[in-house]
């Protein structure tokens, strides 16, 4: 373990992500199991793969067995890699009117010839379970309610649970995608914390990270955040999940932030891998119930 210069060195909580998100899915299957027996409706996700990325099959087969595992019903749309644009938005106009279907996702990264903007821009906003559509941005934007990006909706639940009242507290986003940085930070803004976004171009940016009582990085580059960025007793939500190699020749996941160099510092750190992971997929399906309440219009 390490400390900053004269300050003690503290002991700090790994947050446990799998366990976390093991408890969102049972919450989530009891919830579809309550909405099939009071309104005999099942919700289903359609997942659409364009193409044989490698690891996006991986990701839509773990996506599959965690939806049926559930009790929802699974749609799986697999595309050539070659399949044009239009072809590509007739599908989803069909998922749009198709009753059983609840959620839509489209996993990225697209073919060429498509145009994503296009194809996240096509689906209806309340089936869009990913949260990317620019009408749920607005919401999210504005208060309404809408869905949330998966990733920084699973950090928000992982921090209310660890923090409890996150009312006040100063908190810094390292990074300002639209997939994880700008609706994390509004997503805190809604919890009254004090927002900082930082990124690359971000003037002394170890010393912005010094002032967060709670730092999300998600900027996509191993490591990047030393021990001494960090605010002693700090809460430190990690995003990133990169793959390195190692001396030995082999690879490993590593996150945005050095965890070796983060205990001792950090009053609480999510591990790279086990930590925000596994709450991706955990949303996603929590959406896709939301979805189908929403459209019984049942509100949480």
């Not at 309340?126 to 990317?132: L, N, R």
């Not at 805190?188 to 999300?216: G, K, P, W, Y």
């Amino acid at each position: 373990m390490s400390a900053i210069g004269k300050h003690a060195i503290v002991q700090t909580r790994r947050i446990d992500g799998k366990a976390f998100a093991d408890g969102l899915l049972r919450e989530v299957a009891d919830g579809v199991a309550a909405l099939a027996e009071t309104h005999g409706v099942q919700p289903g996700l359609a997942v659409v793969l364009v193409g044989e990325d490698p690891a996006s099959q991986v990701y839509v087969r773990n996506k599959a067995r965690q939806t049926v595992a559930a009790g929802m019903r699974s749609f799986e749309h697999r595309l050539p890699a070659e399949t044009p644009e239009a072809d590509l938005l007739a599908l989803i106009a069909t998922l749009n009117a198709d009753p059983a279907v609840h959620g839509i996702l489209v996993q990225l990264p697209l073919p060429p010839q498509i145009d994503s903007n296009r194809v996240l821009g096509a689906i209806d906003p309340d089936k869009d379970v990913d949260g990317f559509h620019i009408v749920n941005a607005g919401r999210l934007s504005v208060g309404l309610p809408g869905l949330v990006p998966c990733t920084p909706l699973g950090c928000l639940l992982l921090l209310r649970a660890e923090l409890g009242s996150l009312t006040g507290k100063r908190a810094v986003i390292l990074g300002r995608s639209n997939i994880v940085g700008k609706p994390m930070a509004q997503l805190l803004l809604a919890e009254s914390c004090t927002v900082t976004i930082a990124h690359s171009r971000t003037e002394n940016l170890a010393d912005e990270c010094r002032r967060a009582d709670i730092l999300v990085a998600a900027v996509g580059r191993p490591r990047l955040v030393q021990g001494d960025w960090i605010k002693p007793g700090a809460t430190v939500i990690d995003v990133g999940i990169n793959r390195i190699t190692t001396e030995d020749g082999k690879t490993r996941l590593v996150g945005d932030v050095d965890y070796d160099a983060a205990l001792g510092i950090a009053g609480r750190i999510t591990p790279v891998p086990g930590g925000v992971g596994p709450m991706t997929i955990a949303c996603l399906l929590r959406n896709t119930l939301t979805a189908a309440r929403r459209s019984l219009g049942i509100q949480e």
